[in-house]
């Protein structure tokens, strides 16, 4: 989506799904930018709240008006990551410990979900850009 | 009962700042318990409850932490009404011709109308911004609830069983699961002297053995389709169902849903690509 016209404040925010609440970062962010929090929130989770557990990225617009527009994005790779190969954490020091083994199918299946999302040429370049995400959690790609 | 819910901000400055470091960041502070996150100019901020956040815990992830580097403090935002700016420079009265205004306390400007609500909306749904809480309290308008039982499930600010109250409802029973919203309706209830609404803290299974003749539930769809076995369960024969909270486009699942457990559709209105479906029990 390009950004809309007159837009006075854009919101980057990171929220689980079918969860969002007027507590922070919603409420100080969009109460300042003078969004109708409660309103936001109910959309937002409507959008979101078959998918439980995962956390979306959204990027709200908001006009001079006040009145305002968001773009749900999909998952961080990096979320989708610890999902497929099953971690219950990623590795603080990648070079040395690893936490995990993924899958090449699990790795295209991650960047399919991502490429409307990623500046990635076709697929295979959008499996690359998930690889390197993977090895710096300490995931190893299988072969 | 304390029900402040105070926040912890942790602002995180990843060097270098870039999308692919926010998320693999964020994907471990999940691990850490943080739920929610904004991306700023120079990394991202965290957020966690303040009595879910454990310091121990961050600072062992903070000393292991290689994959970039990463700069770490973070402050506590106290509980407040965060819709208030919102609230008192945006929020206008919203008029249903001569037969309802709902304003807040503070205006000072308004048409006369036959009923008038007060809601100060707080964080709880349901100012009557919203096009479900508007359709839903346009059908009330058009609707005889004098002397009828009346349940409103997800109530939000109670504005839906306010209305109902002003027609003549009977026993009118406003629920939600959220104790803010819960607060808030009480508050609500005595600035619009519609005192006799019992008011409930809870989900649908608070519900007992008793019955209504009009039931309200504006949660949103999958609730409302789980639910809807439950409701017809307790409306009385002859008894009306108003839903909402879903997509225009989606509607067609309630409707199911509802004649699944036998009750029959009257009809579907649409506002702003939102929804109202109404009901009726044999």
Redo the contacts between chains.
């Keep these: 989506m390009a950004k809309p016209k007159d837009v006075e404040h854009v ?6 799904a079918g ?14 930018a ?6 936001f ?2 959309a937002f ?2 959008k979101t ?2 998918s439980p557990g995962m ?1 979306f ?1 959204v990027v709200i617009y908001v006009k001079k008006n ?1 009145s305002y527009t968001f773009e749900i994005k999909t998952p ?4 989708l ?2 999902k497929e190969a099953g971690l ?3 590795s ?4 040395r410990e690893k936490v995990g083994t993924i899958s090449k199918k699990a790795i295209r299946k991650i960047a399919e979900i991502k490429m409307e999302d990623l500046n990635a040429y076709n697929i295979e370049a959008a499996m690359r ?1 998930i690889e ?2 993977a090895r ?2 300490g995931v190893v790609v299988e072969k | 009962m304390n029900n402040k819910l105070d926040y912890i901000e942790l602002i995180c400055k990843i060097n270098p700042n870039l999308q692919k470091h926010t998320d693999v960041l964020i994907a471990y502070l999940t691990d850490i318990g943080f739920e929610s996150f904004m991306e700023t100019e120079k990394g991202v901020n965290a957020y966690i409850a303040e009595c879910q956040f454990n310091e121990k815990a961050l600072n062992d992830f903070e000393k292991q932490f290689s994959v970039f580097k990463l700069k770490f403090e973070y402050r506590i935002i106290k509980d407040e009404n965060w819709n208030e700016k919102w609230t008192e420079n945006y929020f206008e009265p919203i008029i249903f011709g001569t037969d309802l205004v709902v304003r807040a306390s503070f205006h000072k400007n308004f048409p006369k109308a036959k009923k008038e609500i007060i809601i100060d909306p707080k964080t709880a749904f349901g100012t009557g911004y919203h096009a479900t809480t508007y359709m839903l309290l346009e059908e009330i308008l058009k609707s005889d609830t004098l002397n009828k039982s009346v349940l409103d499930m997800g109530t939000g600010t109670g504005i839906l069983a306010i209305l109902s109250k002003m027609q003549g409802s009977a026993y009118t029973f406003a629920v939600d699961n959220d104790i803010k919203a819960v607060k808030n309706t009480s508050e609500n209830i005595l600035i619009n002297n519609t005192p006799d609404i019992e008011v409930g803290h809870g989900d649908i299974t608070i519900l007992k053995n008793e019955k209504f003749d009009i039931i309200y539930e504006n949660i949103w769809k999958n609730t409302v389709i789980n639910d809807m076995p439950i409701l017809a369960k307790h409306l009385n024969s002859g008894g009306v169902l108003l839903t909402s909270g879903f997509y225009y486009k989606e509607y067609d699942e309630v409707k199911r849903a509802g004649e699944d457990v036998g009750l029959i559709f009257q009809y579907s209105r649409e506002k702003d690509g939102w929804a109202v479906v109404k009901f009726v029990k044999e």
């Design positions: 919101v980057k925010l990171q929220l689980p969860q969002a609440t007027p507590a922070p970062p919603v409420g100080p962010a969009l109460g300042q003078g969004v109708n929090i409660g309103e929130c109910k989770n409507d709240k078959d956390i990225p006040k961080p790779a990096a979320v990551i610890k219950a954490k990623g603080g020091e990648p070079n850009m390197g995400t710096n959690m």
